[in-house]
């Protein structure tokens, strides 16, 4: 399979970088299923800060990165909301698809080696040269 796939690649980076930047600003901002259980047993006014009550989201804490670039689905100093969400998703997949494709380069097929010059040639009745039937018969050859 000497094609490569190249029109797939590029059609499916293009659908990921179109879904990050743009599909991504609609997304819910309502609390996933891990959120509303953890905020279960608690009060939460309208800004979904807690209120009262007693439960486990009472002990969340900044992650060591919050402060890093692109830390909670932004850019740092872009103040248009749509433009630094969308802009962080186009980072995050042009990083993604840049790490993946290395370790796939790194990691892919090479062709058949070449015979250096001045190798043996596969003999007749179509063995290869050093392979274990060509050892026997050079071996008997030789006494």
């Keep these: 399979m000497s094609k490569r796939p190249w029109g797939f690649v590029v059609g499916g980076l293009l659908v990921a970088l179109l879904l990050a930047g743009v599909v991504s600003n609609y997304a819910s901002a309502h609390p996933d299923g891990?959120?509303?259980?953890?905020?279960?047993?608690?009060?939460?006014?309208?800004?979904?800060?807690?209120?009262?009550?007693?439960?486990?989201?009472?002990?969340?804490?900044?992650?060591?990165?919050?402060?890093?670039?692109?830390?909670?689905?932004?850019?740092?100093?872009?103040?248009?909301?749509?433009?630094s969400t969308g802009?962080?998703?186009v980072l995050g997949v042009l990083l993604t698809f840049a790490v993946g494709g290395g370790v796939f380069w790194l990691l892919r097929r090479r062709g058949p080696q070449q015979p250096?010059?001045?190798?043996?040639?596969?003999?007749?009745?179509?063995?290869?040269?050093?392979?274990?039937?060509?050892?026997?018969?050079?071996?008997?050859?030789?006494?």
């Excluded at 190798?119 to 071996?139: C, K």
Aim: aromatic share 2%; hydrophobic share 35%.
């Design 116 to 143: 250096a010059a001045g190798a043996e040639t596969a003999e007749a009745g179509g063995r290869a040269a050093g392979s274990p039937a060509d050892d026997a018969s050079r071996v008997a050859r030789s006494r």
């Design 34 to 83: 891990l959120d509303s259980s953890l905020l279960r047993g608690c009060t939460v006014d309208a800004e979904g800060e807690i209120t009262g009550g007693s439960c486990p989201a009472q002990q969340e804490r900044d992650h060591e990165l919050a402060d890093s670039p692109l830390a909670d689905y932004g850019v740092r100093g872009l103040d248009n909301d749509f433009l």
């Design 87 to 89: 802009l962080s998703g």
